[in-house]
């Protein structure tokens, strides 16, 4: 099993666990929720770097819509994207589509890549 294959399980089970407590998908602008568990090429748009160094994400298409936005640390995209994204530029690259709690009664999907 690749480390892409084990993300993909991992957060298909992390997405069933959520559902199985109750919680639900509160919001999706991007339409990824259906992908939840597999690898999609996805187009981004690297709106800035934190002073964390984590590059804040917007799927293509919601850039104008400012909760849309997903915190990828620029590591794992030099690593498994094999670039280094510049601020304010487009790129497309694969991403494992999982899961993120952000309250007690939802999730929403998340742009992630192995760690």
């Known amino acids: 099993m690749d480390s892409f294959q084990y993300e993909c399980k991992r957060q298909s ?11 639900v998908c509160v919001d999706d602008p991007a339409n990824l929720v259906d992908f939840i568990g597999t690898v999609k090429p996805i187009t981004a748009y690297c709106e800035m770097f ?22 990828v640390p620029v590591h794992q995209l030099v690593r498994w994207g094999y670039f280094i994204p510049k601020e304010q530029e487009t790129f497309t690259t694969n991403f494992v589509i999982g899961v993120r709690k952000v309250s007690e009664q939802g999730y929403v999907p998340a742009l992630r890549l192995p760690l």
């Open 13 to 23: 089970e992390l997405k069933a666990k959520f559902e199985s407590e109750g919680l």
């Open 50 to 71: 934190t002073p964390r160094l984590l590059a804040k994400l917007f799927v293509e298409g919601t850039s104008d819509i400012e909760r849309a936005f997903h915190l």
